[in-house]
């Protein structure tokens, strides 16, 4: 029955999907609960002290939905509420920032990585911290592109707006001759034909959704909580605002109908705060 239960997975809004897809491909048969805090989003214009509420509160969501592991996709949140997380959960906490910063040292060929995130994960220097503790010589540019949560929210995926801006933000990235790019917000990898057209096919862009997936898979599997079905896995969505407007974004970027999805009252979020 242990092995049965599902993997949780929570983010602000819409960008948790991209780790969600990636983990439905590395873990196919593994049942998945998704929660989406659309209500609050986005996180990176908040404090840290609200981020880690919020991030207790939604840790313990998914916890009353019986999971076996929760995987924080959202780098912000990564970024300032992992530490109280794993004080207060004994379950797996699994998170962004080391799995991102790990494939990035892997990728760079000439020391220089770029990183685009919230304006919270930029200013903790989550990346350049992490990336540091491994290699002191790397150089790392941070820049916070707070407007592309937006426009992944917006689904506008290939819109002129969206070009414009990403030519805005990722201009100091040409001057710093990087050669790896750290999507450091699970939105981002929605604009990634946007970001790479802009930045140019000689720097490697890390998901650092994908990284994370593959530390899931060694963690369940370490504490002998894989699953043993060998059928696909269930996955129920759960948001706290516009359950339609998320579908629809949703299926876009999943590629698949989805029908399960089903509203939480922030207020019962509170509650479990």
């Not at 995987?71 to 300032?80: H, L």
């Not at 004080?87 to 494939?103: D, H, L, Q, V, Y």
């Not at 930029?122 to 707070?146: G, L, M, Q």
């Not at 002129?160 to 750290?182: C, H, N, Q, R, S």
Request: hydrophobic share 40%; net charge negative.
């Amino acid at each position: 029955m242990e092995k049965a239960k599902p993997i949780g997975v929570f983010d602000s809004g819409i960008g948790g999907l991209t780790v969600v897809r990636k983990l439905s491909s590395t873990l196919p048969n593994e049942n998945i609960v998704y929660f989406g805090d659309t209500a609050r989003v986005p996180y990176g214009s908040k404090s840290n002290e609200t981020v880690i509420e919020y991030s207790i509160q939604n840790t313990k969501f998914l916890i009353e939905k019986n999971v076996k592991a929760v995987v924080v996709a959202c780098n912000t949140a990564s970024s300032v509420a992992i530490p109280e997380l794993r004080k207060r959960f004994s379950i797996p906490i699994i998170e962004m920032i080391n799995p991102g910063a790990t494939a990035a040292l892997k990728a760079t060929r000439n020391n220089k990585i770029g990183v685009i995130g919230t304006r919270a994960t930029i200013n903790n220097k989550a990346y350049s911290k992490e990336i540091k503790k491994f290699n002191e010589n790397v150089e790392v540019f941070e820049v916070a592109c707070p407007l592309f949560v937006p426009l992944a929210e917006e689904g506008w995926i290939d819109h002129k707006a969206t070009y414009e801006i990403a030519e805005e933000y990722l201009k100091p990235f040409k001057e710093f001759g990087i050669d790896t790019l750290v999507l450091g917000c699970t939105h981002y990898p929605i604009l990634a034909k946007v970001i790479q057209e802009v930045i140019g096919d000689d720097v490697m862009l890390i998901d650092s959704g994908v990284a994370s997936s593959e530390i899931v898979r060694a963690e369940i599997d370490r504490i002998g909580l894989t699953t043993n079905s060998n059928t696909l896995g269930n996955q129920n969505f759960y948001v706290s605002d516009l359950p339609i407007k998320f579908k629809e974004i949703a299926e876009l970027f999943l590629g698949r109908e989805i029908k399960n999805v089903q509203k939480v009252d922030v207020e019962h979020l509170v509650s479990l705060g």
